[in-house]
């Protein structure tokens, strides 16, 4: 396994699944866009809204897994992230991953108190594909 391999795997990716664990410490599933920037194999950063359901939970327990999939003709590539999950609200976070089209979402712009970034921090990984596994660190 090719971890470069597995970086562009990811980068072409249009959809991530992130997930969260519920104050009953049951995961819960969440379809996102992509990540605004991948930093390597260890740093992802979503934006969101601070007042939703999986920024709480991220702020309770911080234990996040991301996965990333392609579901080809024949064949079927997943690559599964375990590590942790921070809340950001800073400014130059926030700026680093504004495009101008989040307004739609974020009427106040960048300082909308609504926005913020979630940077998801990769500790290690499952590789998935023409039916072999394996894992990885990060």
């Known amino acids: 396994m090719n971890k470069n391999k597995i970086e562009k795997f990811i980068k072409k990716q249009k959809i991530a699944f992130i997930c969260s664990v519920d104050e009953d410490g049951f995961p819960n599933v969440k379809a996102m866009l992509k990540p ?3 930093e390597g194999l260890k740093h992802y950063y979503f934006s969101t809204n601070t007042s939703s359901m999986r920024v709480k939970q991220y702020l309770e327990n ?5 996965y990333f999939c ?3 003709i024949i064949r079927y590539t997943g690559v599964m992230l375990k590590g942790s999950m921070q809340v950001l609200t800073d400014r ?3 700026d680093m991953i504004w495009r101008r089209g989040d ?3 974020y009427k106040g712009g960048v300082t909308d108190p609504d926005y913020c970034v979630l940077k998801f921090t990769a500790l290690g990984g499952r590789y ?3 039916l072999k596994t ?3 660190e990060v």
């Open 103 to 105: 307004t739609m979402f």
């Open 70 to 72: 392609r579901k080809g």
């Open 128 to 130: 998935y594909c023409d």
């Open 92 to 94: 130059k976070t926030k």
């Open 134 to 136: 394996e894992n990885f």
């Open 36 to 38: 605004r920037r991948i």
């Open 62 to 66: 911080p234990n996040a897994c991301v």
